[in-house]
C-alpha cells in the first residue's frame, strides 16, 4: 500500500507542476504526462492485471484535471491506458514492456506530426510577408524558423500576451534565430494589422465544430483580421481536439489566479483572469495540421480518420 501510494504521490507532484505552469506548451504538457504514467508503470509494486490497471486509471485521472484547457494531454494518457488495457500482459516485466513500447510509440508520433505540421505551415510563408502571432506556441515557432532554413525572408510582429507575457518567450526565440521581429503591446494589434500579410496562432483546443480555444485575446485578433480581410489560420495537432465537445460538453475555459493580472490590487476590487477565449471556426481559414490545411468544418472527419480511437471510451 505504501508503494502504491508513494507512485501517486508522483503523479500528484507531476499534475501540480503542470497545474501552477512549471511545465507549458501542450506537447511538453502531454510528453510529461505520459512520461509519469510510464515510470509510475515501471517503478509500481505489480499485483495482478486487474490491481493494476485500476491504479493507472486513477493516474490518468490526477493527470487529467490538472488542467482544465488541455485535450492534448488528456488524449494521450487516454491512449496510453487504452493500449495497455488492449495489450497482452499478466507479468510484471510483460507491463513493463508493453508500458515502455507504448510511450515509445507516443513520443515518435509527437515527433513525426511534429514535423508534418511545421512543413505544411512553412510553406504558406512567402518572400515578403509579415505573420502576427499571439501568444507562444512552439509549433509556430519551430514553423517559422523552418521557413527561415527554407530561404524565406519576410518578419514577425509578435503580442506581448498579457498578463503572463509569453509573447516575450516567441519574440526572443524568433531573435535568436535570425527573423526579424517587432514586440507590440495586445491591444496595438489593431493598428499594425494593415501590415501583416497572414495570422498564425497555436491552438490550446479545438471543438467538434472546428472552433479553437487559444490564448485570451486570440478571438479578438481573428475579428481585426477578418474585418481586415487577413487570413488567419491555427496550427495545431489534431490531437488537441477534445472528443467531449461531440457529445453536447463546452471546452472548459481555464480561471486563472488574479494575482497573474495584478498582486496587490485595492480591496474589495474584482478581477476575472481567464486564460483562454473561443475563435469561431468562420474566421479561421484553416487549421494547419498533420493532415495538411483543413477547413474547420472538417476537423470530425480528419480526427476520425486519424485517431479512431479518440472517440473511443476507456473501460474502467
Request: aromatic share 8%.
Amino acid at each position: 500500500m505504501n508503494d502504491v501510494k508513494l507512485g501517486i504521490d508522483k503523479i500528484v507532484d507531476v499534475a501540480e507542476r503542470i497545474r501552477r505552469l512549471e511545465v507549458q506548451g501542450a506537447t511538453n504538457i502531454a510528453l510529461t504526462a505520459v512520461k509519469a504514467l510510464n515510470e509510475y508503470v515501471q517503478e509500481s509494486v505489480f499485483k495482478d492485471r486487474a490491481s493494476k490497471l485500476s491504479e493507472v486509471s486513477e493516474a490518468r485521472s490526477v493527470l487529467s484535471t490538472s488542467r482544465e484547457t488541455e485535450p492534448y494531454m488528456r488524449n494521450a494518457i487516454k491512449y496510453f491506458e487504452w493500449k495497455l488495457r488492449n495489450a497482452n500482459w499478466e507479468t510484471r516485466e510483460g507491463l513493463r514492456e508493453v508500458s515502455k513500447k507504448i510511450l515509445d510509440e507516443l513520443i515518435l508520433n509527437f515527433e513525426k506530426s511534429h514535423t508534418a505540421i511545421i512543413s505544411f505551415g512553412s510553406k504558406r510563408i512567402l518572400d515578403g510577408d509579415c505573420i502576427l502571432t499571439h501568444c507562444h506556441s512552439s509549433t509556430v515557432n519551430d514553423m517559422l524558423k523552418l521557413a527561415k532554413r527554407n530561404g524565406s525572408s519576410f518578419s514577425v510582429i509578435v503580442t506581448e500576451t498579457r498578463p503572463l507575457y509569453q509573447g516575450r518567450i516567441t519574440a526572443r526565440e524568433l531573435i535568436e534565430a535570425g527573423i526579424e521581429t517587432t514586440l507590440i503591446v495586445d491591444s496595438a494589434a489593431r493598428s499594425f494589422i494593415k501590415s501583416v500579410d497572414l495570422v498564425i496562432v497555436g491552438a490550446d483546443a479545438i471543438t467538434s465544430e472546428g472552433n479553437v480555444i487559444n490564448k485570451i485575446g486570440t478571438s479578438m485578433i481573428a475579428l481585426i483580421a477578418h474585418e481586415a480581410r487577413i487570413p488567419f489560420y491555427t496550427i495545431s495537432s489534431l490531437l488537441k481536439f477534445d472528443p467531449q465537445t461531440v457529445y453536447g460538453e463546452f471546452e472548459s475555459i481555464e480561471e486563472r489566479n488574479s494575482f497573474e493580472v495584478w498582486a496587490d490590487p485595492p480591496e474589495g476590487l474584482c478581477i476575472a483572469n481567464p486564460a483562454f477565449d473561443i475563435t469561431k471556426r468562420d474566421y479561421i481559414h484553416g487549421i494547419i495540421c498533420e493532415e495538411g490545411v483543413i477547413s474547420p468544418h472538417s476537423i470530425l472527419e480528419a480526427v476520425y480518420r486519424r485517431y479512431p480511437w479518440v472517440f473511443t471510451t476507456v473501460d474502467n
